[in-house]
Structures are given as structure tokens and as C-alpha cells.
């Protein structure tokens, strides 16, 4: 049973490029979330889809949007590239059907790295 | 969303048991406890949550005081793979999905 998958797991990007990361959820998962990583901090949430439809948002510019596809897997793109957005990028996902906050656990995929030059 | 609380590093001995605090006083009766832990270079990975009562499981056990306001996270055996950032993170058993992490704790085993 294949767990979360990320596509690239390491980039190189010039300021004001834009990016687009994939993943792929564990199988029977139906929600993907994605977050942000800086070197030294923990995860920080941006969005989550769900339905092929962002449920929830953190506190990220409009820079930051997704999408979701009918097989469930995902993308981030991230417009006009900063310094500020290297990071890991990590992809989450889980089941609704699970129910929420108890069996509903949330598996990681193992991220890309996103370096801006 | 309500915060935890946790010591910045602490380091233990290969094979002695280690015992990591978590404080959230503020957490919420419909709070669970959960723990992740990110081992170098890895994604987060699920360890142990619970509601009221301890619980444990194949990695870990887990501790929750009879207010709710800390728990401890126990690793009865600890192995140099368990080194690694340890997050305590409350999540709203009514339907959160989305998880708010703190700085962790980053746990050195020593051989």
C-alpha cells in the first residue's frame, strides 16, 4: 500500500518563477492538505481540499493555490517566486469517511524541496 | 487554536525509557492529544493520540493528566531511530482537519 507521494522531491527556482508541486494521497484517502516547512520551524498549514474544493486556508497570500482532481491527487502552485518561499512542502492526507479528530489519523508524504535562488 | 507547550530538546540513553511533556491548558473539551514526530529529512509521522484515558500502541504510550491541561508521551525503549522532533498538537475532535504545529521537541538518543 503506497503512502503519500510527492512529486519533485528537490527544485531549484528563480525569484518570480512559478512552481507546481504534485502529490498523490494514500490510498482511500479523499483529503488532501498541503503545509509549509521553513528550516527550523515545524509545519505550517496552507489549504486542504477536499471534493476537488479548498475547505480551509491558512494564513497565506493568494501567491499560494491548489487544486484538487477527481482521482484525488493534488497540486500547489506557488506565483511569482520569493526568497522567502524556500521550504519543504509537505502533502497530508486522510480519510473523511473515518470520521473526524479520533481514527482520523493524517499520514505525510515525505515533501520537495523548494529552493529560491 | 489552542497551543501546547513543550521543552525546546531533551536527549536520553539508548534504551532507557523517555518521557516527553506536553502542556496545553487551554486545550478544550472536544480536543484530542495527538503526537507526530519528524525523523531527519522525513515528512511527519503519526505516533499516539488520545481523548481522556492513556492509551498505548506498538511505538509509544501516552500519558494525559486527569484535568487534560498536560500530557507525556513515553517511549518505554528508546532506540537511536527514535531520534527525532517530537510535536504535540491539539486537534478539535469536531472536525478539524488540519493540524497546527508548535516548535516540538528535538530528542537526541545517545549510544
Known amino acids: 500500500d503506497a503512502g503519500v507521494t510527492q512529486s519533485p522531491t528537490h527544485l531549484i527556482k528563480t525569484r518570480g518563477q512559478q512552481v507546481t508541486l504534485r502529490c498523490s494521497p494514500k490510498?482511500?484517502?479523499?483529503?488532501v492538505s498541503w503545509y509549509q516547512q521553513a528550516l527550523g520551524q515545524g509545519p505550517q498549514f496552507i489549504f486542504q481540499?477536499?471534493?476537488?474544493?479548498?475547505?480551509q486556508r491558512g494564513n497565506f497570500p493568494d501567491r499560494f493555490s491548489g487544486h484538487q482532481f477527481p482521482n484525488y491527487s493534488s497540486e500547489l502552485n506557488v506565483n511569482a517566486l520569493l526568497l522567502g518561499d524556500s521550504a519543504l512542502y509537505l502533502c497530508a492526507s486522510s480519510s473523511s469517511y473515518r470520521g473526524r479528530g479520533s481514527g482520523n489519523t493524517i499520514y505525510f508524504g515525505e515533501g520537495s524541496w523548494l529552493t529560491v535562488v | 487554536d489552542a497551543k501546547t507547550t513543550q521543552p525546546n530538546s531533551m536527549e536520553s540513553n539508548e534504551e532507557e525509557p523517555v518521557h516527553l511533556p506536553c502542556n496545553h491548558s487551554?486545550?478544550?473539551?472536544?480536543?484530542?492529544i495527538h503526537w507526530y514526530r519528524q525523523l531527519p529529512s522525513q515528512g511527519p509521522e503519526y505516533v499516539i493520540h488520545g481523548l481522556t484515558s492513556n492509551v498505548n500502541n506498538r511505538m509509544a504510550s501516552l500519558a494525559i493528566a486527569e484535568d487534560r491541561k498536560s500530557s507525556t508521551l513515553i517511549l518505554h525503549r528508546a532506540t537511536l531511530r527514535d531520534a527525532a522532533v517530537y510535536y504535540c498538537?491539539?486537534?478539535?475532535?469536531?472536525?478539524?482537519?488540519?493540524?497546527?504545529f508548535g516548535q516540538g521537541t528535538r530528542l537526541t538518543i545517545n549510544p
Open positions: 498538537i491539539l486537534r478539535d475532535g469536531q472536525g478539524a482537519q488540519k493540524l497546527v
Open positions: 487551554t486545550i478544550s473539551g472536544t480536543d484530542y
Open positions: 481540499y477536499y471534493e476537488e474544493e479548498e475547505r
Open positions: 490510498s482511500g484517502h479523499d483529503t
